[in-house]
């Protein structure tokens, strides 16, 4: 069964922190996503790749940075956290012809205090 | 501009009884467009996807969707709701062109009451 995994649940960290959450998939997917998820504005995209070492801003970039060094593997980075970045962190993979569909992973809760 | 509206924010239905879930785009290309649910806690994961070709598509989970040209829509429906099918409804546009990204819409929260 193909995967995009997140390497955590759940995280909590402190304001000023720098804070890596790291997604991996296994479908050797061009494509890689990063949105946060918050109530009642659903999901908005902060960094998308479409190959290595390649990014692009969506449409809440700041406060953010990505880095992609392997075609598996899009880190999103959290250079210093602030409280207003606390949320659910959803990464997502496709294959250059988005028709497929996304695929998931499970999310990460980051809480930051 | 490009975007996705899902006019309701909550919907509780009967369990057995029908369900549709609406969607309205904007999107100067030929879209794609996706359904996707989110159970409590987790990832989302793709119902159906419609780009071409009949305008009534079927999904996983029993899950219908219709695309509506002239509408600007893409409404998820099934006919009989069971209590498993609580969760969070996104629909998302995108199309193939390189260096986009899917738009989801804010979502539908189902509740199912019996």
């Known amino acids: 069964d193909v995967k995009v995994t997140q390497s955590s649940r759940y995280l909590v960290k402190r304001t000023g922190e720098k804070v890596f959450l790291e997604c991996v998939q296994d479908?050797?997917?061009?494509?890689m996503f990063w949105y946060r998820q918050d109530p009642g504005l659903g999901l908005r995209l902060i960094y998308f790749s479409y190959d290595v070492k390649m990014k692009e801003k969506g449409d809440i970039p700041e406060g953010y940075s990505v880095s992609r060094e392997k075609k598996e593997r899009f880190s999103l980075i959290l250079e210093s956290a602030s409280t207003n970045q606390t949320s659910m962190y959803l990464c997502?993979?496709?294959?250059?012809?988005?028709?497929?569909?996304?695929?998931f992973g499970s999310g990460t809760r980051l809480t930051v205090v | 501009a490009q975007s996705v509206t899902q006019p309701d924010i909550h919907i509780t239905v009967s369990e057995g009884a029908s369900l549709e879930l609406r969607c309205n785009y904007s999107y100067g290309a030929t879209p794609y467009l996706f359904w996707y649910v989110q159970s409590p806690g987790q990832g989302l994961q793709l119902l159906l996807k419609?780009?071409?070709?009949?305008?009534l598509v079927q999904g996983i989970k029993g899950f219908e969707a219709e695309f509506k040209r002239s509408q600007s829509s893409f409404n998820l429906r099934k006919p009989s709701v069971h209590w498993s099918d609580a969760a969070e409804y996104f629909c998302?546009?995108?199309?193939?062109?390189?260096?986009?990204?899917?738009?989801f819409g804010k979502g539908t929260t189902l509740s199912v009451s019996s």
């Open positions: 997502a993979s496709s294959p250059p012809d988005k028709f497929p569909g996304y695929t």
């Open positions: 419609y780009f071409s070709g009949d305008t």
């Open positions: 998302a546009v995108g199309s193939n062109q390189a260096g986009t990204a899917l738009i």
């Open positions: 479908m050797d997917h061009e494509n």
